[in-house]
Nanobody, 119 residues
């Protein structure tokens, strides 16, 4: 099982960016998924966690600006980020709680994608 994140880049404050994360491999089901981020010199923090039904829990700092969606058929997670701020600058990681076809449960991380927001 692998998770791959895409879509990072350099944007100006106020602009938008969409991240994608694809889970692939011998997957039976992807349960909860999430986006996390780690800014330079800081600990990784949870941005949003979403269950299979689409119920999401956002960190306060992104509420109203970020929207998470998922496609359970394609095992893909998205993060639409609007009104970006310089403090959103970080490496963004996707995470998934996956049951593989042998019934094993695992917690998987993508490789991270860098988002840089200039002021």
């Amino acid at each position: 099982v692998q998770l791959q994140a895409f879509g990072g880049g350099l944007v100006q404050a106020g602009e938008s960016l969409t991240l994608s994360c694809v889970a692939s491999g011998t997957i039976a089901i992807v349960r909860d998924m999430g986006w996390y981020r780690q800014a330079p010199g800081q600990q990784r923090e949870r941005v949003v966690r979403v269950d299979r039904g689409g119920v999401a829990d956002y960190v306060d700092s992104v509420k109203g600006r970020f929207t998470v969606t998922r496609d359970n058929v394609r095992n893909t997670l998205y993060l639409q980020m609007n009104s970006l701020k310089p403090e959103d600058t970080a490496v963004y990681y996707c995470n998934g709680d996956v049951i593989d076809r042998r019934g094993r449960v695992g917690d998987y991380w993508g490789q991270g994608t860098l988002v840089t927001v200039s002021s």
